[in-house]
């Protein structure tokens, strides 16, 4: 059997050592990852594409519900299953974060042995719907396998960052369509684009020399933004 991957957003202590002693029998099939900074588990989230993230508390601005607001709009982390650890004595979380696209909530304090059965919940039904959704997508001889994160180009793999992979998705399912960096910037970024930022434009660069011969296929339109053009 696969082992699975649950990332765990979380800076209380105890709250963790619960988390990691709920599954601590089962560590030969499920294994966790933690951070207590929600900016870093997001690009964990990109990197290690994890069967589960469970929001708890975090160390910055980022509430566990914008959180998901992020990674439900990012192609590469939309489809991961969600469980907020709330800490509100109202139901008004528990209803906005089902709103926004969490699988379940659990209040604190928590039954160890009920998060358990939750969290295998998700992931049963999660992986009965992911047997059939492997997404390729193939232009020229660019093939990205979003499912494993893989990108080759005529047939070699290459290495791409969480954005440059996000960035080159995006072309290619817009292919031939201009792409300005207002939009680009809110996407990917999820940020309002500053003309003074060289963000995207590096990013694009890199991009392009990564993806050889066939990163020419990356049209900049100065002072507008990018076209990515079919072979």
């Known amino acids: 059997m696969k082992k699975q991957t649950i990332l765990v957003i979380e800076n209380d202590i105890e709250t963790l050592k619960k988390i990691q002693e709920a599954f601590r029998e089962q560590n030969e099939t499920i294994g966790i990852i933690t951070s207590n900074m929600s900016s870093v588990a997001i690009d964990m989230a990109w990197k290690e594409t994890p069967d589960l993230i469970v929001l708890g508390s975090c160390n910055n601005d980022l509430s566990p519900i914008e959180v998901i607001g992020i990674l439900k709009k990012n192609k590469p982390t939309s489809s991961i299953p969600t469980l907020i650890l709330g800490k509100l004595n109202t139901s008004e979380e528990e209803i906005e974060a089902l709103q926004k696209g969490a699988n379940d909530y659990i209040k604190k304090p928590f039954h160890p042995k009920i998060l358990t059965l939750r969290i295998q919940s998700i992931l049963k039904n999660a992986s009965k719907q992911s047997d059939d959704k492997e997404e390729i997508l193939k232009s020229g001889k660019i093939t990205i396998n979003m499912s494993s994160h893989s990108t080759f180009v005529n047939n070699k793999k290459i ?52 993806l050889g011969d066939e990163g020419e296929r990356i049209l900049t339109l100065p002072t507008v933004g990018y076209k990515f053009i079919e072979e």
Do not use: G
Not at 188 to 194: D, G, L, R
């Open 159 to 210: 290495d791409l960052t969480p954005k440059e992979l996000a960035l080159l998705y995006l072309f290619m399912k817009k292919k031939n369509k201009v792409l300005n960096r207002v939009f680009l910037s809110e996407t990917i970024w999820e940020q309002t684009y500053s003309t003074t930022s060289q963000t995207i434009d590096k990013h694009v660069a890199n991009l392009r020399k990564k």
